[in-house]
C-alpha cells in the first residue's frame, strides 16, 4: 500500500501557485545562501522572507506546509526543514526565553503578534476543545504569525509534534516562573497541541477524547424536544397559535384601524369563511408540529 505524505502533496500543490511558488523560493534562497564575509546564513533577511511569505500566502497552502499530519520520520522532516531552521531558528546555543522576549517587546510587530497568539490559542479546561477562544484555525494564524521573529517557534525533532522556540528558561533566575509560562504556551499549551493534532482532519474544531462524550448544544436541543410532555406540547402549541392568529379584540382592533367607519361605529367581525380558514391552517400547523416531535 502506497504511503501518503500530506507534506509532500503539500510542496507540490505550493509549486503549482505561482504566488506560494515565488514567494517559497525566495524564503528558501535568502534563508540558505551564506554571506560573503561569515560563511553564515543572513538571519535578519531570511526572516524577513519567511514573513512575507507567511503573510501573503493564503493559509490554505501555508498551513498544509506548516502542520501536515505525519505518520513517519521522513514526513515528519520535511515538515520540520519548512522553515529552513538552520537559518531562521537554530544557533549554537540556546539564549534564555525572558532575553527574546524582551527583544521582541522593542519591536511592534513582534509584540503585537505575540500578544494575538497568547490571546487565540490560550487554553482552557473548560472549554469543549481546549481553547478558551474555541478556534483551532485562529490559534494556528496566531502561531504562523510568529515566525519570522525573534521568538519564532518550530518542530524539536522529527519523532514528535512538539513546537517551541529556540530559547530555555535556564537560567532565569528570579524571572524564572514568567519563563516557564511563556515556554509552557508551547509546549504544553493544550489548545495549541489539539490544533496541531487535528490539523488535517474533517473538522478543524473537533474536540478532545475526554470531551467527545460531553452533549452539544444541538443534542441537547433535540432531546429536550423529543421528551417534551403533552401537556408543554399543548401549551407550546397554543403560543405559536397565539401569535399566528389575533384575539378577537386585537382583530378588532386591525379592522378599525383600516376602516374608513367613524370613531363611535361598530367594528366589523371577520366573516365565518375566513374563521373556517384560519381553524383549518391552525390543524394543519399543530398536525405538522406533532410529526415534527414524533421524529
Given at each position: 500500500?502506497?504511503?501518503v505524505n500530506r507534506c509532500l502533496?503539500?510542496?507540490?500543490?505550493c509549486n503549482v501557485d505561482d504566488v506560494c511558488?515565488?514567494?517559497?523560493?525566495?524564503?528558501?534562497?535568502?534563508?540558505i545562501k551564506p554571506t560573503a564575509r561569515s560563511g553564515l546564513c543572513n538571519r535578519p533577511k531570511c526572516n524577513k522572507a519567511l514573513r512575507r511569505f507567511f503573510d501573503?500566502?493564503?493559509?490554505?497552502?501555508?498551513?498544509e506546509l506548516?502542520?501536515?499530519p505525519c505518520t513517519d520520520t521522513a514526513c515528519a522532516e520535511r515538515r520540520r526543514q519548512t522553515i529552513v531552521p538552520s537559518c531562521s531558528y537554530e544557533s549554537a546555543e540556546k539564549p534564555n526565553c525572558i532575553t527574546q522576549i524582551k527583544i521582541c517587546n522593542t519591536d511592534y510587530v513582534c509584540r503585537s503578534r505575540l500578544a494575538q497568539f497568547q490571546y487565540d490559542c490560550e487554553p482552557s479546561k473548560i472549554s469543549a476543545n481546549g481553547c478558551k477562544q474555541g478556534n483551532y484555525g485562529a490559534c494556528l494564524l496566531?502561531?504562523?504569525?510568529l515566525i519570522g521573529?525573534?521568538?519564532t517557534p518550530n518542530y524539536i525533532d522529527n519523532s514528535t509534534s512538539s513546537v517551541a522556540p529556540?530559547?530555555?528558561?535556564?537560567?532565569?533566575?528570579s524571572q524564572r516562573e514568567d519563563c516557564d509560562h511563556f515556554l509552557g504556551s508551547f509546549t504544553t499549551n493544550i489548545c495549541l497541541q489539539n490544533a496541531l493534532m487535528t490539523f488535517g482532519s474533517e473538522s478543524d474544531q473537533q474536540p478532545t477524547v475526554s470531551q467527545a462524550s460531553m452533549p452539544s448544544p444541538g443534542s441537547s436541543s433535540r432531546e429536550t424536544r423529543s421528551t417534551a410532555s403533552p401537556q408543554e406540547t399543548i401549551e407550546t402549541m397554543r403560543n405559536i397559535l397565539d401569535t399566528i392568529i389575533p384575539t378577537q379584540a386585537l382583530g378588532n382592533e386591525l379592522l378599525v384601524g383600516q376602516s374608513t367607519l367613524p370613531s363611535n361605529s361598530f367594528p366589523i367581525s371577520a366573516s365565518p369563511p375566513s374563521l373556517m380558514l384560519q381553524a383549518a391552517l391552525c390543524l394543519l400547523l399543530l398536525l405538522f408540529h406533532l410529526l415534527n416531535n414524533g421524529h
Open positions: 500500500m502506497t504511503t502533496d503539500a510542496a507540490k500543490a511558488q515565488k514567494l517559497r523560493t525566495e524564503y528558501v534562497s535568502a534563508c501573503r500566502v493564503p493559509a490554505d497552502y501555508t498551513h506548516l502542520f501536515c496566531a502561531y504562523t504569525g521573529s525573534t521568538i529556540w530559547c530555555s528558561c535556564s537560567p532565569s533566575w
